[in-house]
């Protein structure tokens, strides 16, 4: 059973920076499309960033130009640089990962929850004004 632990959280001061961190178990970690969630306060989950098994990357547009997403697949982790954090991104954030999937594959299928059938307990980010 693949495991993925979130780590990197906490509270901050906006205009800094954070970096989260997503530690996956199980083997062949770079089969795999991964991505960043988060849920503020009393809203649904949403996507924030995807890396694919080729490594190209995806952003929602709150967060294009200030996050990075990356991924190590010789030590099965994948990280979210955030950059000019603001109150906005007070959430919990959630890793998660597709099935296997083909070696490409649309931005929407990555943008979707449903798509991810592993994830993370979530580690949280709370950012003050």
């Known amino acids: 059973q693949v495991q993925l632990e979130e780590s990197g959280g906490r509270s901050v001061q906006a205009g800094d920076s954070l970096t989260l961190s997503c530690a996956a178990s199980?083997?062949?970690?770079?089969?795999?499309?991964m991505a960043w969630f988060r849920q503020a306060p009393g809203k649904d989950r949403d996507f924030v960033a995807a890396?694919?098994?080729?490594?190209?990357?995806y952003y929602a547009d709150s967060v294009k130009d200030r996050f990075t997403i990356s991924r190590d697949n010789a030590k099965k982790t994948m990280s979210l640089k955030m950059n000019s954090l603001t109150v906005d991104d007070t959430a919990v954030y959630y890793c998660?990962?597709?099935?296997?999937?083909?070696?490409?594959?649309?931005?929407?299928?990555?943008?979707?929850?449903?798509?991810?059938?592993?994830w993370g307990q979530g580690t949280r980010v709370t950012v003050s004004s």
């Open positions: 998660a990962r597709t099935p296997r999937t083909a070696y490409y594959v649309s931005s929407g299928y990555l943008m979707a929850q449903s798509s991810y059938n592993t």
């Open positions: 199980g083997r062949a970690f770079g089969d795999y499309n």
């Open positions: 890396i694919t098994r080729p490594g190209d990357t």
